[in-house]
């Protein structure tokens, strides 16, 4: 299971399979090309993955799978947030989400709310 954490200094994340300088550049390897069927065959379930996060209110470190979590994706960054319920003490909790934070969510399969502005 891979673990992520929220907070700014400490970020840990399980992503893997960033894609090379070289082949971004269009160099290959010379390996022959995989389809996806070949790479997950065999594949049972996909292990969810787990956040760090804390209660503001009861001061409780905790960890939350991805489906316990929502992201808010707004028009600024002061609109643009997470947010989950504290298993502590049920306080509803809403933080604010940076480019990283919102890269970690999604990546990590957040449910994701798109905000828009009525204009």
């Known amino acids: 299971m891979s673990t992520s954490t929220m907070s700014g200094a400490s970020e840990k994340t399980g992503v893997a399979g960033r894609t090379g300088a070289s082949e971004r550049a269009g160099v290959s390897s010379g390996a022959p090309e995989m389809s996806v ?3 997950f065959a065999g594949m049972r379930r996909v292990v969810e993955t787990v956040f760090r996060a804390g209660c503001p209110d009861c001061r409780t470190d905790f960890e939350l ?3 316990a979590l929502m992201l808010a994706i707004g028009a600024s ?8 319920t504290c298993p502590e003490c049920g306080a509803a909790v809403r933080k604010p989400a940076g480019e990283r934070i919102v890269e970690l969510l999604t990546v990590g399969g957040v449910r994701t709310l798109r ?3 009525a204009g």
């Open 37 to 39: 069927v070949t790479a």
């Open 65 to 67: 799978r991805a489906s």
């Open 77 to 84: 960054s002061r609109t643009t947030f997470y947010s989950f």
């Open 115 to 117: 905000l828009h502005s």
